[in-house]
């Protein structure tokens, strides 16, 4: 599959990748389109990680779906949260997902 894979702000390079597979639990999505968040071009916060494939803000229908995805299915047009709340703190509870502490997490 072809990626945009970031470098720098001025190299930014289409590259073949290989094709993930869905894990268990995990959904392959097809992205459709992709936000540029502020945080993507901030150079100097970007670069550390370079070469990166950015792009955490996405919507795009499900290619495959994992071992135990019961909820999804091919065809089905998803948008993807840039983190996974854990659905049981306070925040959480009041619908406040971007308030929970896995946003801030590494994974
Ligand atoms: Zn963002
Ligand atoms: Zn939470």
New binding site residues.
Partial sequence: MRAAVYYRNDDVRIEDRPRPAAGPGELLVRIIAS?I????VMEWYRVKKAPIVLG??VSGTVESAGEGVTAFHPGDRVVVS?HVPCMTCAFCLEGKHTLCDTLRSPC
């Fill in positions: 936000g968040c502020g945080s993507d955490h803000e840039h």
